[in-house]
Each structure stands twice: as structure tokens, then as C-alpha cells.
Nanobody, 122 residues
Framework: QVQLVESGGGLVQAGGSLRLSCAAS????????MSWYRQAPGAQRELVAT???????NYADPVKGRFTASRDNAKNTVYLQMNSLKPEDTAVYYC????????????????WGQGTQVTVSS
């Protein structure tokens, strides 16, 4: 079973920065894409950024140029560096890992983290 531990959320003023982390643990052999989603109150969950196992990234338009996703494959960890934060970035941020192969050979398609709150004050 995969365990995902997210950290780094909090309260920050507009224009500030935060760095989210999501560490996957368990008997993991490899992970495919790692993604960040967010869900604001009353809104649907939306994709923020995705990074493939090879390091290719894709970002939602509202965060392009401000957010940077990166990963450490040796640590099975994905990061989201968030700069120039805006009040509209306020949401619960979720990590999702995809294409998980266990050391046993078992495969898990997707797994979600528990979410971490990011609040940006104006």
C-alpha cells in the first residue's frame, strides 16, 4: 500500500511563496506521473501541474510562470514551488501519483494524498 504524506501548506500573504511536498512511501519500484490538483470551496477539483517520470511538466494556465513542479525519483517525492501567490490560489492542494509499480510487481493506477490547505491573504 502506498502512503502519501503532503506538507508545506499554510497561510501566506499575496505575493509570497510556499513549497509543497508530497512523499510516497511503501514497497514502491517506480512511479509514473505525479500531479498536483487543487480544490477551492464550492469549486471542482482542478489540475494544477503534472510532472512525468522523465521530468516533463505541464501546468494549468492560471499558474504558468508562477508555479514549478519538480520531483526526486530516488525519494519518490514531488514538489510544487509556488511563487507570486494570489488570493485566488487559496485551496486545498492534493497530490496524486499514477502508474505505481510495487516491488512485488503489483500495479496501482492512481493514488491520492490527503490534501494540504493553502491560504493566501490579500
Amino acid at each position: 500500500q502506498v502512503q502519501l504524506v503532503e506538507s508545506g501548506g499554510g497561510l501566506v500573504q499575496a505575493g509570497g511563496s510556499l513549497r509543497l511536498s508530497c512523499a510516497a512511501s511503501g514497497s514502491i519500484f517506480s512511479i509514473g506521473a505525479m500531479s498536483w490538483y487543487r480544490q477551492a470551496p464550492g469549486a471542482q477539483r482542478e489540475l494544477v501541474a503534472t510532472i512525468t517520470s522523465g521530468g516533463n511538466t505541464n501546468y494549468a494556465d492560471p499558474v504558468k510562470g508562477r508555479f514549478t513542479a519538480s520531483r526526486d525519483n530516488a525519494k519518490n517525492t514531488v514538489y510544487l514551488q509556488m511563487n507570486s501567490l494570489k488570493p485566488e490560489d487559496t485551496a486545498v492542494y492534493y497530490c496524486k501519483v499514477s502508474g505505481i509499480y510495487y516491488s512485488s510487481g503489483h500495479y496501482l493506477h492512481d493514488y491520492w494524498g490527503q490534501g494540504t490547505q493553502v491560504t493566501v491573504s490579500s
